[in-house]
Nanobody, 121 residues
Framework: QVQLVESGGGLVQAGGSLRLSCAAS????????MGWYRQAPGKQRELVAG???????NYADSVKGRFTISRDNAKNTVYLQMNDLKPEDTAVYYC???????????????WGQGTQVTVSS
């Protein structure tokens, strides 16, 4: 069984910073892409940032220059450093990993449980 556990959310004032972490555990052969999504009340879940196994990154236009995604392959962990936070960044943030399992090497997507980020004005 593979499990993703997120941490680092919370309440912060506008202009502040938070760092989210998402660690995968279980029987894992390799992790391909990692990413962060968010879902605000009444809105669809949207991609915030992604990072490939080779370290190539992409960001939503709304967070470019403020958020940085990174990964530690040795720890099966992805991070999201969020700076200059704005009230419109308020949402539940979810990590997503595309994981290759051992033996027959099936590839599955796994989601974290979500962590609340609230930015006050």
């Amino acid at each position: 069984q593979v499990q993703l556990v997120e941490s680092g959310g919370g309440l912060v004032q506008a202009g502040g910073s938070l760092r989210l972490s998402c660690a995968a555990s279980g029987s894992i052969f390799r992790i391909n892409a990692m990413g962060w999504y968010r879902q605000a009340p009444g809105k669809q879940r949207e991609l915030v940032a992604g990072i490939t196994n080779g370290g190539r990154t992409n960001y939503a236009d709304s967070v470019k220059g403020r958020f940085t995604i990174s990964r530690d392959n040795a720890k099966n962990t992805v991070y999201l450093q969020m700076n200059d936070l704005k009230p419109e960044d308020t949402a539940v943030y979810y990590c997503l990993m595309t994981i290759v399992l051992p033996v027959t090497r099936p590839v599955n997507d796994y989601w974290g449980q979500g962590t609340q980020v609230t930015v006050s004005s």
